[in-house]
């Protein structure tokens, strides 16, 4: 009995991820999988497990006084200051797995005590200004979709939600190739208006190439502020590599930077905006990158390998060939893999069989998609010298162009998913790292040991950014749920792999940031001098601590309040 | 009477570039143009104007105490610490214009006091550490190669010159493409090694794909914290693309970066210590990509437009094109086609004619040259593109792929001219801005328009880094000397080309960093905000401001200070 309803103002409209209406529901292969692997039953449909039906109900009035709230709307306006139970709730959290447990356990908590929609850049100083004054918290709130704890109101506040006014793209520069926005506007508002730019340099429209899978709920200043990475960026870049200019308010005031595409005027201040994650001051414009929008120029590459290792090395050699890069390029490992011809199908089917004799055994092989955009001959050209590299490690071509144009025509579905096997007590979560080409393989063994140490436990491991020095590695695991132990369960079965990861020489995040999460290994994986410099960075720019406060980087742990803050 | 020899402890042995052995005469037809244009006489090369062939001798003894050099001399060795005059003098001053004219006057000024050559990174942290506490200031000094003042000892102190044992290739990273190197190596020391680095992974070897023109006597350190471009940078990326960690000694401790080529994991440091400019700490390491090195592929191609207009708007075209980026790419304005046309002997010959004919007029038509590394393949495809785009605006092919490897043998060779032309009393300067495509052609005439001015000046002007969203600007002045008054009158020239070159929208520095001589005009360019958290960022680093002191980047400009610095 999936929910397929539920009231406009409950804790599931909260949780349930993208558009009230799209639901995906697992598929039979998979469902029969949970059932046999991991005791899913029956009944488990018939009862969803702690669905969150429930009407929004708050017990506490906003601890912000009154006259505070005042002020607030002399700022921007009376009907951009909200203090519903409703607002402060879903502006309490994201999308993080215990922010879900939250919702389901219908106590959210800590919560904002105001929401606040800026309508301008003006607006935003002058909240800034006066939550400096007042040394009131401020976190800075865009698309809702940190899986990094990165909105938990540690010490409640203000929510500046930059979605409601300042969403707008300012211009499109056609000689420069690029566009100025504002931070607020959605993937999907952001994406269209570009593709019909349509003018006689660019017929086609412009694209913006940044597609991570929260694209089409995720905001263009979300992306930014935490580094993000999307599925086209081995080709276009992480946003890091697109941002040309900024501007930025801090309690010290506003900062702006140039768009030239490089210079050699000192230390580069828009990485201290990126990555910063609401700790030190609002963004509140971005010039960015564009390319011309040709999606019928894309070509599409499929591989099947009979082993891991190969895999990974001809990713590596095609990174490194010196002919240019696919723009989307995945790698599974043989577990995902496995799975994907599960539910797609295709185990124990004639090719099924056709392909083990061949020696692409279950267990064992490994697919590898691609994509190439921007020139026709250019994406021709490199898939060309890809397929010769995947031959020579005994690759043969699988499926042509049908599993990536799948892969683009489902790319934003999967976090959809998460709530249906939650539903059924199955907790799915993923974590992501970034690492050297020469560290994959035993950092790849060691944390999927670790994983799958607890017992049923599935673990699809995939890389789907890589450059010529390394790669990512985004582990998906999935594992029947506690019900009366969701959240120590989860903390300790989700430590112990991040502990790997940090054993095993990944990085902390290759995607989208630290948060809360991730802050209390963020200390020793920086070493002691850059903390301290981030710290001193953090004190000049915000010396009430007003932004973002409370472990975000953990630039405000101290002592044990650092210790308490994680099961580590 | 050119001067081919002088003793190895003279002043012309500090000014003049390189190989002392290697010289470089003015062509025929170049003197043949400054006789006619500047005045230049016969008489001028008689008597080389201040040659600077005495011997340095200074009148002035170190202003450190005894004390202070013996504990010095404790921590790196007796041998590792110097305080003759010689070397007092080659390392108080780098490449400037003004630093050459100090020499000629034989009157250097200020001066370190002592040079200290540190072995090994522990070497690093004691003496940073020594100078902190005695507040002693502290210059890092690699190739000297420095054309910002960017090593003026305002404070005296120390150089600290990492040249001599700090010079080693540590590891060479096949799997991960990379390198891990110290900073003091020189560029054809740490290159020749890649190249010689030959494997069955890459049997011709790698290479480093960075090459400024100042490559043969400037340091990978050096490189690094100016944010160096270099001839390919268009393919290779500049410094900033090429740094995966790093380490780096501060007063208030070690940074070490992790080297993920990618991660996001808060505010990205490296950013900070790149363009530091040796006002933060001391690089003692550095990782950075390399790639293979196939010097067999490079593909060349070479076109002549009838203009700039169209010329600038091919390379953007190209740069936008989708279909990836040359490796070398310049593209030169009318008048510095026109002096190559003089200087390589084709004015006036039948070929000149035809072209004339054919509409590409001198005055008006323009060079294009590039060329593609890595895969071959690619490189045809690269420039069959290039090629179409450039037709369709109006070129022609020219001299196939003669200019383009002309370019690549003599690329070095053109600082060594300088000191030739001064000799016979002519001026001869460059000035390097970032520009966004937009803005190159108000940029380029504004800026050459001030240059004109002067009666009688040359300004050659190419663009030689580009980008999708923008390129660089690259003036070359050349005029008559005053020798009567060569300081203030070089001094207010320069100055009104860099006022024009922030009044049309350029940036202060495209190439190799700010130094003291941009200084004056980085506040402002910077803006309040930005530049207050530089100087925190600097307090709390460099708490006693021991590191590069007295103006690099502004950072300790205080009132009159800053107004006295320069003319502007």
Chains 1, 2 share one sequence.
Not at 220 to 229: E, K
Not at 286 to 309: A, C
Not at 396 to 410: E, L, P, Q, T
Not at 472 to 490: E, G, Q, T, V
Request: glycine content about 10%; some cysteine; charged content about 25%.
């Amino acid at each position: 009995m999936a929910i397929r309803s539920f009231a406009k103002n409950s804790y599931r409209s909260i949780l349930k991820w993208g558009d009230p209406h799209h639901f995906e529901e697992p598929k039979k292969r998979l469902i029969k999988y949970l059932k046999k692997n991991m005791g899913v039953t029956e009944e488990d449909f018939k009862n969803p497990h702690l669905p969150g039906l429930d009407k929004v109900k708050l017990d506490k009035l906003p601890a912000l006084p009154e006259s505070d709230i005042s002020a607030l709307k002399g700022i921007v306006g009376q009907g951009n200051v909200d203090t519903s139970d409703y607002e402060r709730v879903k502006h309490s959290l994201g999308f993080t797995y215990l922010d879900i447990v939250k919702l389901r356990l219908e106590k959210v908590e800590p919560l904002v005590d105001v929401v606040v929609y800026p309508r301008n850049e003006d607006d935003v100083i002058a909240v800034v200004k006066f939550c400096n004054e007042r040394k009131i918290a401020l976190i800075p709130f865009g698309g809702r979709s940190s899986v990094t704890r990165g909105l938990e109101p540690i010490k409640g506040g203000i929510s500046l939600d930059l979605t409601r006014h300042m969403n707008q793209v300012k211009k499109v520069n056609e000689i420069n190739c690029s566009v100025t926005v504002e931070p607020g506007i959605i993937g999907p508002a952001y994406e269209d208006y570009l593709n019909n730019y349509k003018t006689p340099l660019s017929p086609g429209g412009y694209t913006n190439g940044h597609f991570p899978q929260s694209f089409e709920y995720s905001t263009v200043g979300g992306w930014v502020v935490t580094r993000g990475a999307g599925g086209l960026s081995t080709g276009y870049g992480k946003i890091e590599d697109m941002v040309l200019g900024l501007r930025f308010v801090t309690p010290q005031g506003l900062i702006v930077t140039k768009d030239f595409p490089r210079a050699a005027t000192g230390p580069d201040l828009r990485h201290l905006v990126m990555g910063s994650e609401g700790t030190l001051g609002v963004l509140t414009e971005v010039t960015l990158k564009i390319w011309k929008f040709q999606p019928e120029n894309r070509v599409y590459f499929s591989f099947l390998f009979k082993d891991w290792e190969e895999c990974v090395i001809s990713m590596r050699e095609i990174m490194q060939g010196g002919f240019g890069f696919p723009h989307m390029f995945r790698i599974s490992d043989p577990e995902e893999t496995s799975i994907a011809f599960v539910t797609e199908g295709i185990s124990d089917t004639p090719i099924d069989k056709g392909l083990k004799m061949l020696g692409y055994k279950d267990g064992k092989r490994c697919l590898m998609l691609g994509s190439i955009e921007g020139d026709k001959d250019a994406g021709h050209l490199i898939k060309k010298k890809a397929k010769a590299i995947a031959k020579k490690h005994g690759a043969i071509s699988f499926f042509g162009s049908i599993a990536v144009k799948a892969w683009y025509k489902h790319r934003y579905n999967d976090p959809y998913l998460r709530e249906e096997l939650m539903d059924i007590k199955v907790m799915t979560d993923t974590l992501e790292t970034a690492c050297t080409w020469e560290d994959i393989p035993r950092l790849w063994a060691g944390v999927k040991k670790v994983v799958k140490a607890r017992p049923s436990s599935i673990c699809m491991v995939h890389a789907s950014h890589c450059y010529e020095n390394g790669a990512n590695l985004y582990f998906i695991f999935i594992s029947r749920m506690k019900p009366d132990d969701m959240i120590d369960d989860f903390e300790k079965y989700h430590t112990s792999i991040i502990n790997a990861i940090e054993q095993f020489g990944g990085g902390l995040s290759h995607p989208h940031g630290i948060g809360r999460m991730m802050a209390p290994w963020y200390e020793e994986y920086m070493g002691e001098t850059s903390m301290n410099l981030l710290r001193a960075i953090k004190a000049y720019l915000d010396p009430n601590n007003i932004m973002n406060p409370g472990g975000t980087l953990g630039l405000d742990f101290t002592g044990e309040r650092r210790k308490a803050f994680s099961a580590k």
